[in-house]
């Protein structure tokens, strides 16, 4: 049996992505979506970017993207996902 992973947003969701916003980005917040997908996609200057956020206070985001997003991130052909775990980044 496949293990199934919550659609949960980590607690320093909020915080990226008014950062983002602040930026003037265009965001669409995927988060909900479950199955590997990443969190949000980022309009930003002309180019999209999926985007996984990773709260490092916590074993989870410590431990990085978990098996079902690797697999979605190895099979998506339109670029990288970016994981990210602050503003600053």
Not at 23 to 44: E, I, R, T, Y
Not at 47 to 66: E, M, S
Not at 68 to 89: D, F, H, L, N
Request: charged content about 20%.
């Amino acid at each position: 049996m496949t293990r199934k992973y919550g659609a949960k947003k980590d607690a320093n969701h909020v915080e990226i992505v008014t950062a983002f916003k602040k930026l003037g980005a265009a965001l669409l917040d995927l988060s909900a979506m479950g199955a590997g997908c990443p969190d949000l996609l980022v309009m930003f200057n002309g180019a999209t970017h999926f985007v996984d956020i990773k709260n490092p206070n916590t074993g989870y985001g410590k431990r990085g993207l978990n098996p079902r997003q690797k697999e979605w991130a190895t099979e998506w052909k339109g670029g990288p996902v970016y994981m990210i775990s602050t503003v600053e980044q």
